[in-house]
């Protein structure tokens, strides 16, 4: 089976422009989990996703970043303006169920210049 | 919220001996203990995980051992060899549905193998 993927792999963007960022979990994946992992720190939950709603949307930054999933199969993961502390790899991860096995994206690599 | 704790930040062994990865956790209801292998430039890999009804699991060099009463765990790689180079994550859940079901990550331990 395919698994996550995510896309673009790299993106370099202005301070105060927009980017979009895209992940395909792997199908019949209900969740779906964003995470970010900054400059070499620890990776940090962002939400997570059960079909199309918000289950938890806790670790998100600020009001720059919108996550959607529409229709409960790929998401995107806005941040608009894009600030310079924004930059990292952005992760996406799916799970068949609650508490197993979460399969990760590689990555996509946002830095804000 | 769940704070994931992860030492060492770098561990050099020999090649041939064993490591130990150690990381403890704050939130009790926590119940769901993965971990992860990054290789450079790659996506996060599970390579075992374990969930609070048992206290230790074993695959083959790799092995976790759950002490709930104490809320730590940790990561056993016995006969270490050049390709188990990488970072390792820890991280827990609760995994119940409660809203926490997002991963909590520990910082990550750099493990170095020396031929």
């Known amino acids: 089976e395919a698994g996550v993927t995510q896309f673009p792999s790299h993106s370099v963007i202005e301070k105060g422009q927009t980017v979009t960022l895209r992940c395909d979990p792997i199908?019949?994946?209900?969740?779906l989990y964003w995470y970010r992992r900054v400059m070499g720190k620890e990776i940090k939950f962002l939400l997570h996703f059960v079909k199309e709603s918000k289950q938890d949307e806790s670790g998100m930054p600020n009001n720059r970043f919108l996550a959607e999933r529409t229709g409960g199969t790929y998401s995107t993961l806005k941040v608009q303006p894009a600030e310079l502390e924004d930059s990292g790899v952005y992760f996406c991860?799916?799970?068949?169920?609650?508490?197993?096995?979460?399969?990760f994206g590689q990555g996509t690599r946002l830095t804000v210049v | 919220g769940e704070n994931v704790e992860q030492h060492p930040s770098t561990l050099s062994v020999q090649e041939g001996d064993s490591a130990v990865i150690k990381c403890t956790y704050s939130?009790?209801?926590?119940?769901?203990f993965p971990w992860y292998k990054q290789e450079l430039g790659k996506r996060p890999q599970l390579i075992i995980d374990i969930r609070s009804n048992v206290g230790e699991k074993k695959d083959q060099r790799i092995a976790v051992t759950l002490n709930k009463t104490a809320k730590h765990f940790s990561l056993h790689i016995t006969e270490t060899q050049p390709e188990d180079s990488a970072v390792y994550f820890c991280a827990a859940s609760s995994g119940s549905g409660g809203g926490a079901d997002g991963l909590t990550f520990g910082k990550g331990t750099h493990l170095i193998i020396q031929p």
């Open positions: 991860a799916s799970s068949r169920a609650l508490g197993t096995e979460a399969f």
């Open positions: 939130d009790s209801a926590s119940n769901y």
């Open positions: 199908s019949g994946h209900d969740n």
